[in-house]
């Protein structure tokens, strides 16, 4: 009998959630583990059997499952290694996918988060039937999964998709967590929208409701939550972030020519407001040609199964 | 026996130059007509069949030829069109594979000509062995082919890869050919070369051999004469230039993680003098995972044969 499902597993720098999915794309079970609890790899790799033996044992054992996907901060999809990721707590070179298929007996796949969002949009999300498109994840910081002719893009070392760190701002942009400046990722991610937000509350002397809060802790969602009321200011804030992604997008479309960009991540949750000014600077800085062709669209994936079903996506084609 | 030729086809908007090539990527024979002289599209393939038969017939007739690739302006990989080509005397949508197929007995394979010199470089140049590589081509234009796990990338529509219309400059950036403004190719093409030089020389007072010359018709051959010389506005003309080129590759290279960016056409001849400020620009960019590691080189195919060669190159696929 064809074994029926997939382990997708998520690990973050905080949390490791891992799933049971089957072909349709359910999480029909679930768990976790702290990723930060584990110093040493050999630890969490108990820790991880342990709990996913309990949850696999609960829909018919390890021979109903076809193989293990994780999507892991600076995973490599070529080598299946972790490679010097600043915030997991193992240091250097972690063979993660060799440990895997080892302690389950089962073969494994890794990528990196952005990737694993992409592979779960065309497998069960917005971009089932497309092969060529682009995942932009929106949250701590800005990630990229692109693909093209149906499959991930690694390139040369495995790395591919760094869409984050390409150049919003050439001159005088905002430092970015990788060394560099003027990023999209300090534009757009949380922290960049923050950022943007403490800048044009700062400079303008207008009347919002942002000005009651602590300047330096406004999260998206505040701002969401002005806009909703009319705020100006807090709408300017979506405006000028939108115009930062939109800009890069007509970059990015020239370079492969998706079917569609697909943007997920908390941003999305600000719906129009940032929407509308990410479509306008697109069509306004794209080539005549793609004009009004490319789609824009948010994942249509619940975000807390999102990751893991991205991760388990990779475990079909083992 | 096996068919021991291809046919490459380098259609330009003044000539079209084509020839016989064996699979070591020898040109053994050639030939061109002028494409303007042709009104309509069946007088040009008539006159094509005419000229063409004459070199094949030299190398052994028809039936040693396995298939014709052509490097056409706005032409459509996946349907095999040329399509609204501003350049060319056909307006509209020309089946273009199609008729050469249907002229010449032989299947027929078409792309635009950053694609067909791609294809080249893999086949024949600087990129053989290699799977993931961007071609800049800089010319009139700036094109590019970008290269992905052996592939040449072509994307949702057949048009991907026009990396010359990504913006350089986002604010007040120069008006571009295509009706957008900043794009690459209005600084690192011929025509941007030139207006670099002209924007340089009429800004400073500094001494420059360049001011002898007529301001309006200073060539990249001008520039690089004088730099050749010891000129400090030629060779600052060349270090502005090279910023805005590497300052893009670093995004290129964010996006698809290439073993190599390869450069062909006319502003290469400037050796050192461009490639020195583009490598200083484009390790100053990149994110530091890749700092050192992308190799950036001149094409080494033979100028008058590489469009010939990379057109043929198509052919083999067939």
Redesign the interface.
Known sequence: MEKPYVIGIDMGGTNTVFGVVDARGHVIARSSIKTQQYPEINGYIDALHEEMMKIIDSVGGIETIRGIGAGVPDGNYYTGNIEFAPNLPWKGVVPFAQLLTDKFGVPASITNDANAAAMGEMTYGAARGM??FIMITLGTGVGSG?V??G?V???????????G???A??HNGRPCG???YGCLEAYASATGVARTAKEIISTTTQDTLLRKLDIDNITSKDVYDAAVEGDKVAIEIFNTTGRYLG?KF???I??????AIIMFGGLTKAGDFIMKPVREAMEA?V????KG?VKLLFSDLKESDAAVLGASALAWEL
Do not use: Q
Request: net charge negative; charged share 25%.
């Open positions: 092969k060529n692109i093209i002719d499959k893009v690694y390139g040369h070392d495995g790395f591919a998709g760094e869409l760190h390409t150049t701002v050439r990788c060394g560099k800009e007509a970059d990015f020239a370079f492969s020519a998706p079917e800085n080539l005549p040609h793609w062709k």
